[in-house]
């Protein structure tokens, strides 16, 4: 009777997803940069939940490319939990500020890293 190895599949998948090719995302910067100055803009004009909803998604565009070297201690991971608590307890100008500020942070260590 044949024996099936669930170990074996095991080690056959991990081996494939590591073996798959990184695919790398472009950022683009007019992008992020047109998110914050619209999210900047929509805080001046008391509009929070449309500045969280651009600052975020401007995080979400930016991703993870404004890491530049182990050198660089980011505590913006930090600061986007006090965002999230403060959007959560629906003090939405401070989130706003808060997001905002974030991506200013991270796209200002992006451009710095090119």
């Not at 798959?20 to 619209?38: C, F, G, H, W, Y």
């Not at 805080?43 to 995080?59: P, S, Y």
């Not at 930016?62 to 307890?89: E, H, N, Q």
Request: glycine share 8%; proline share 1%.
């Amino acid at each position: 009777m044949y024996e099936f190895n669930f170990g074996i599949l095991a080690v056959a998948l991990c081996a494939s997803v590591l073996m798959r090719p990184a695919v790398a995302s472009a950022v683009d910067r007019q992008e992020v940069s047109l998110l914050l100055k619209d999210g900047e803009s929509a805080i001046l004009q008391n509009r929070f939940d449309e500045a969280i909803t651009k600052c975020k998604a401007g995080l979400g565009a930016l991703g993870s490319s404004y890491v530049r070297a182990a050198d660089v201690i980011d505590d913006t991971g930090m600061k986007l939990i006090a965002a999230d608590i403060s959007r959560r307890d629906g003090k939405f100008k401070n989130a706003a500020s808060i997001y905002c500020g974030i991506l200013a942070d991270r796209y200002e260590l992006f451009l710095s890293k090119k």
